[in-house]
């Protein structure tokens, strides 16, 4: 086992000489571990861990300057919008949200001043599927940098560098540590120039993260691709149980072969992941309100990807940083419960549901 190295500052053997290490915010074994761990899942050269995801996500947008644009997705975490929004737009730095799944939409929103394409895939919360390799294509000709948030996927199911992006990048904190007990982000690339970019961040900026946390996040890679084969199992199970409920309006997951990105998906990924989103319909928020607060396995709670189940309401949880124009015209609505369906016995989770479902 990595040895958690809890250790602030290292010998050196003459002034500035050091042994591979010199203080902890710049580099730590244990991170150093974990840093080769993911780039190697990820196919990368390399790999930049943080404190968090939006630490990682943080980094990238740090490269941009004023009069810079982004172009990112509409439907992706709310985190990320917020940080673009509220934390760089005041810099000058100018984002805007379209629907990737429409490439004509894509390169009509493409600036002059365009720097980077942000793309989630499976998006977050609606699970819409988004073509990296297409993306990544007109992002070149037109000399833009791509990053796509692997979080949901995470590289047992899809392998983005593969795809033609610059950068992947993850909240470690969901299925890679896998557990809900460590936060952590990370970026893999290929790209010397970004990865050098990347490491100057947590040097001047001291967004790294502790040794106990990389230690936690390794040990949950060595079961992931177990981990999200049930997950994935769980989730099929979970979303074809829905699609079939007579309280459930619609169901979001990119295993249905009537979903619009569903083709995408068997292409570009290795499984369908773990989870999904729904609407009942009746669409009023007190109906949403008496299935999430009657789940006895399923917990109310943010955050996704651990080994046990939660259940989430993006519009009042971790999308209520946008506003509620922007979500209704994403399609993200009032009443819609996102499941992380985790690795439990797969019938105690529709049996939990089910029981939910019938409150009246």
Not at 292 to 298: E, G, K, Q
Request: glycine residues 8%.
């Amino acid at each position: 086992m990595t040895p958690i190295y809890q250790t602030s500052t290292y010998a050196q053997d003459a002034p500035g000489v050091h042994r591979g290490h010199e203080y902890a915010r710049v580099t730590n074994p244990t991170r150093t571990a974990l840093e080769g761990n993911l780039a190697a899942l990820e196919g990368a050269a390399h790999g930049i861990c943080f404190s968090s995801g939006v630490a990682a996500t943080d980094a990238i947008m740090k490269w941009m300057r004023p009069g810079n644009h982004v172009l990112a997705s509409n439907d992706l975490y709310g985190g990320t919008y917020r940080l673009m929004r509220a934390i760089f737009g005041p810099f000058g730095i100018e984002s805007s949200f379209v629907d990737m799944t429409d490439l004509d939409v894509v390169r009509a929103a493409i600036r002059p001043e365009t720097k980077l394409l942000w793309i989630e895939t499976p998006t977050n919360p609606l699970l819409r599927i988004v073509d990296i390799r297409a993306l990544t294509e007109i992002a070149r000709e037109h000399g833009i940098a791509t990053v796509v948030d692997n979080t949901f996927a995470t590289p047992v199911l899809q392998v983005p560098l593969t795809l033609g992006a610059d950068m992947v990048l993850h909240s470690t904190t969901k299925y890679l540590g896998g557990h809900s007990d460590v936060i952590g982000g990370a970026v893999c690339t290929n790209n010397s120039e970004w990865a050098d970019r990347l490491r100057f961040i947590v040097k001047s900026t001291g967004a790294a993260p502790a040794p106990m946390d990389c230690f936690l996040t390794l040990r949950g890679t060595k079961t992931l691709h177990l981990r999200m084969e049930r997950h994935c199992q769980n989730a099929r199970l979970i979303a074809e149980f829905l699609a079939g409920h007579d309280a459930v309006g619609k169901v979001y997951w990119p295993g249905f072969e009537d979903h619009p990105g569903h083709d995408i998906a068997a292409r570009q990924m290795c499984g369908f992941g773990g989870m999904v989103s729904f609407v009942l319909k009746d669409e009023s928020i007190a109906a949403a309100n008496k299935v999430m607060t009657n789940t006895r396995i399923f917990t109310l709670a943010e955050s996704l990807g651990g080994v046990e189940s939660l259940m989430n309401h993006p519009a009042t949880m971790t999308h209520a940083s946008i506003p509620h124009a922007e979500r209704q015209a994403a399609g993200l609505h009032d009443s819609l419960i996102r499941l992380s369906v985790g690795v439990e016995e797969g019938g105690d989770l529709q049996r939990d549901l089910s029981r939910a479902l019938s409150v009246r």
